[in-house]
């Protein structure tokens, strides 16, 4: 039996497989909504990806 996967589960969100949804990037990096979403939309919701961008864009 396969076991479904519940809102609760971290496994693919701690991994970065999981997209980012532009509310929980911006709440995250504490940017706008309106900046996460256009940020997004230019690299998409890859989490390893924006996370990358993030870091080298503090850097």
């Known amino acids: ?10 496994a693919h969100t701690a991994s970065g497989e999981e997209p980012y949804d532009p ?3 911006a709440r995250k990096y504490g940017i706008p909504p309106g900046e996460a979403k256009t940020i997004i939309k230019r690299y998409g ?9 993030m870091a ?3 850097a």
Not at 1 to 10: P, Q
Request: aromatic share 8%; net charge positive.
């Open 1 to 10: 039996m396969v076991a479904k996967k519940t809102a609760g589960d971290t």
């Open 23 to 25: 509310e929980a990037f």
């Open 45 to 53: 919701p890859s989490r390893k990806k924006l996370d990358s961008y």
């Open 56 to 58: 080298a864009r503090d």
